[in-house]
Nanobody, 113 residues
Framework: QVRLVESGGGLVQPGGSLRLSCAAS????????MSWYRQAPGKERELVAR???????NYADSVKGRFTISRDNANATVYLQMNSLKHEETDGYYC???????WGQGTQVTVSS
C-alpha cells in the first residue's frame, strides 16, 4: 500500500526557513516523480515543486530562487527546503506520488510574526 508521511511543518517568522520531509513506502521510489503541493483554505492545491531524478527539478514561479526540492532514493524520502517564507505561504503542504496520484496527510506551515 502506498504511504506518504510528511513532517517538518510548524510556525516560522516571515523571512524564515523550514525544511519539509516526505517519507515514502509501498512502491519503487526511485521510479516515481515526486511533488510538493500546498493548499490554502477554500482553494485547490497548487503545485510548488516537482522532482524526477536527483537534480532534475521544476518549480512554480512564485517559489523559484527560494525553495529547493531534493530526494534521497536510498531512504525513499523527498525534501522541500523553504527559505524567505512569506505570510501568504501559510498553507498545508502535501507530498504526492506522480504515478499513482497518492497524497500524504500534509503538514501545516504557518508564517507569522
Amino acid at each position: 500500500q502506498v504511504r506518504l508521511v510528511e513532517s517538518g511543518g510548524g510556525l516560522v517568522q516571515p523571512g524564515g526557513s523550514l525544511r519539509l520531509s516526505c517519507a515514502a513506502s509501498g512502491f519503487v521510489f526511485r521510479n516515481h516523480v515526486m511533488s510538493w503541493y500546498r493548499q490554502a483554505p477554500g482553494k485547490e492545491r497548487e503545485l510548488v515543486a516537482r522532482i524526477s531524478r536527483p537534480n532534475v527539478e521544476n518549480y512554480a514561479d512564485s517559489v523559484k530562487g527560494r525553495f529547493t526540492i531534493s530526494r534521497d532514493n536510498a531512504n525513499a524520502t523527498v525534501y522541500l527546503q523553504m527559505n524567505s517564507l512569506k505570510h501568504e505561504e501559510t498553507d498545508g503542504y502535501y507530498c504526492k506520488d506522480g504515478k499513482c496520484g497518492s497524497w500524504g496527510q500534509g503538514t501545516q506551515v504557518t508564517v507569522s510574526s
